[in-house]
């Protein structure tokens, strides 16, 4: 590979699902590969639940690396992974695609959440196992 595949965690709202997956792929796999977040709208501020978990899991501050942000607004991308978002997922190009089926936890328990994160970190480590040991295959 000549340079690290950019990620994008997309989900609607780029809220809680794809805002964890964003900072545990920094956190997990940089050295694999590029992580970014991204959605079709935007809230005004990052899940509060989400950023207080993953500060308390990771000590990894989210609103301070990491914003609310619309597609248009990030990198070209080689790989898009789709939270699981219960409604017609926005579309961006890539050369690989998959859909974690993720469950929303917002409005539920720390423990709905801790669920949701537990997934989420074991699906990046997988994601940076496949694309370290060329299972993902791509054009880079």
């Known amino acids: 590979m000549s340079r690290k595949p950019k990620v994008a965690f997309i989900c609607v709202h780029n809220s809680c699902r794809s805002q964890m997956a ?4 920094k ?10 977040s991204a ?5 005004p501020q990052i899940n509060q639940d989400a950023v207080r978990l993953i500060k308390d899991l990771y000590k990894i501050d989210m609103e301070k690396t990491q914003s609310s942000k619309l597609l248009t607004e ?8 789709k939270m699981g978002c219960n409604v017609i997922c926005p579309f961006l190009p890539s ?10 936890p ?4 720390d423990e709905a ?8 970190e074991a ?8 694309i370290r040991t060329q299972q993902i295959v791509l054009d880079l």
Request: glycine share 8%; no cysteine; aromatic share 10%.
């Open 95 to 104: 050369q690989y695609e998959a859909d974690w089926g993720l469950d929303d």
């Open 22 to 25: 964003e900072a545990l792929g």
């Open 113 to 120: 959440f801790k669920l949701i994160i537990d997934k989420i």
């Open 27 to 36: 956190h997990f796999a940089g050295d694999v590969f590029e992580s970014y």
């Open 106 to 109: 917002s409005g539920k328990s």
């Open 123 to 130: 699906n990046v480590k997988l994601l940076a196992d496949q």
């Open 74 to 81: 990030i990198p070209e991308v080689d790989i898009v992974i």
């Open 39 to 43: 959605g079709t709208e935007m809230k």
